[in-house]
């Protein structure tokens, strides 16, 4: 029994000398003060029963009781801090009545042990009284709950903050499993005795707790071990400076003294570096976490507005290209006369409506298109064609709108046929029409030339115009939604919608579309690669 004394007292010192290092690290903090007001109960508790065995008496084996129920008290409120876990006034007031009831209870016409018959070391044998069933009822119920919070916010926990609780669980689990047996389950079943191991087993939550505290950084005791070492150090060699024989070493253990004193306060001073920064890193490792977590929902709710968005221009389009089809339909029937030949006058202005009701019909194509191609719905329809007739079909078509404005429109055809591809015709024809367009519609004077190249691995198709030109900021973002050029004054009726529709749909046939000009009114050149498949 002698080393059971000694692992007692040994236990007592150790939660004494523990709770007073992290009070006085940071006294400041709510958490170091509830710790070590716990610890040092907890080490009040270890000593009375290391008096109990000693001693041998009624009344140490009293105080065990009494301060007994002080500790599971003591040890909740700290654990709820660390799991950040509130507490009200109301449930303060309820804990510490019922802590310092069955503290006082002991001492009271014998509530909770009497009739002791024989004391020995670090237990008794005897009778119970009235209140030993909810003593203990009180002290593993709030010893239970401590593991429930534990586990509760083991579970919610990340990063350090998680490994410091995991520790902290184990240790209370290995405490609380051996007080209850030996202390509850033992006496219930007619042992009637106080074991001699509830004590010292508390020695386990003060290991995991340790090893919290010096691996996992919980109250950052590191500094003030060191502080300790170093004083410690100090503190020999000034002593063998003054009781050294001679002079000589009188002056040598003194400049030894010095030379140490710096170094220590160097090595506290790194230590403490150390921990400002790794304190810094996870601090801006959290904060960087929780950015993270609202990027994520700011992302998917960009993504949500983004889907609703497309769907909308989906629903919307259809909705609008019905009625505009209708309206382009019996406008050509007026023109044509079939309601009665309409007056110069009035035939102007039907013209004038056809034209917007047309370019207003372009404008929904435009939209669905973007839609389909977002929520990835466009169909294609691939099939081997000859590039040059496409070009040729299209030129014929647009050769009206060219000479209308005095301009040449020319194809320069390769001497030989070239390889044919394999696209959607009517998807590429949409892309080299708008190209063509766009570049009658911005140039003033001289013409329009389209080219077409074997590159071995790609069609390419350039179409040179005499027109405005554009600027290096212009082309960086020419192909982008609702992107206009410089040009909105001569073609304002542009939605900006075509060439990033283009760029689209060229995407999907693995090709590419890019611009390229020497700048303001010396034109521009626009370049397709068709990948030959």
């Not at 150790?14 to 709510?30: K, P, Q, T």
């Not at 007001?37 to 001693?55: D, K």
């Not at 709950?145 to 290995?174: E, P």
């Not at 087993?201 to 950052?220: D, G, M, P, V």
Request: glycine share 6%.
């Amino acid at each position: 029994m002698e080393a059971l004394v000694i692992i007692t007292l040994l236990s007592a010192v150790v939660n004494l000398l523990l709770g007073f290092f992290v009070y006085i690290r940071d006294s400041s903090r709510r958490i170091n003060r509830l710790f070590g007001i716990s610890a040092f109960i907890t080490a009040a508790w270890v000593f009375t029963n290391f008096m109990m065995g000693a001693r041998q008496t009624v009344f140490w084996l009293k105080s065990t009781s009494a301060i007994g129920a002080l500790v599971p008290a003591s040890s909740l409120v700290w654990i709820l801090e660390l799991c950040n876990k509130k507490i009200t006034k109301y449930e303060i007031f309820l804990l510490s009545s019922l802590a310092i009831f069955f503290s006082i209870s002991p001492y009271i016409n014998d509530l909770i042990i009497s009739n002791v018959e024989r004391v020995y070391l670090g237990g008794f044998e005897g009778q119970t009284g009235p209140l030993f069933l909810s003593y203990w009822i009180y002290i593993f119920g709030i010893l239970f709950f401590i593991i429930y919070i534990l586990v509760q916010s083991y579970s919610h926990a990340v990063g350090i903050n998680r490994l410091q609780i995991s520790y902290i669980l184990i240790g209370a689990i290995l405490y609380i499993g051996i007080v209850l047996v030996v202390s509850f389950i033992l006496p219930l079943i007619g042992i009637f005795r106080f074991s001699p191991l509830d004590s010292p087993s508390s020695l386990f939550l003060l290991l995991f707790t340790a090893i919290a505290i010096t691996r996992y950084h919980l109250f950052e005791i590191r500094v003030i071990l060191t502080e300790i070492l170093v004083g410690a150090i100090g503190l020999i060699l000034l002593v063998q400076a003054i009781t050294a024989d001679t002079i000589g070493w009188k002056v040598f253990g003194f400049i030894l003294l010095v030379l140490f004193t710096i170094l220590g306060y160097l090595l506290i001073k790194s230590t403490l570096e150390e921990i400002k920064r790794r304190q810094e890193i996870e601090k801006l490792s959290e904060q960087i976490r929780i950015s993270n977590i609202r990027l994520q929902a700011a992302l998917k709710a960009l993504e949500r507005l983004d889907k609703a968005k497309t769907e909308f221009l989906s629903i919307a389009s259809h909705q609008l290209r019905t009625p505009l089809t209708a309206i382009k339909g019996y406008l050509s029937m007026i023109q044509e006369g079939l309601y009665g030949r309409p007056s110069k006058e009035l035939d102007a202005i039907l013209n004038k409506i056809y034209l917007s009701n047309t370019r207003l019909i372009d404008l929904v194509n435009s939209l669905l298109d973007i839609s389909r191609i977002e929520m990835g719905r466009m169909e294609f329809k691939f099939e081997t064609i000859q590039i040059e007739k496409l070009i040729e079909s299209i030129i014929e078509e647009l050769s009206i709108q060219a000479k209308q404005k005095n301009l040449y429109l020319k194809f320069k055809k390769p001497e030989r046929p070239l390889p044919k591809v394999k696209v959607d015709e009517s998807k590429i024809r949409q892309v080299i029409l708008n190209l063509i367009d766009n570049a009658i519609r911005y140039t003033e004077e001289g013409g329009v030339t389209i080219k077409v190249k074997n590159l071995i691995s790609a069609i390419q198709i350039s179409v040179r115009d005499t027109g405005i030109g554009l600027t290096p900021k212009e082309i960086e973002s020419l192909f982008g939604m609702y992107a206009r050029g410089k040009g909105m004054s001569i073609f304002p009726e542009g939605a900006g919608l075509g060439l990033y529709v283009a760029r689209k749909l060229l995407e999907a046939h693995l090709g590419r579309i890019w611009a390229e000009s020497a700048g303001k009114d010396k034109g521009s050149t626009f370049y397709v690669d068709l990948p030959i498949r």
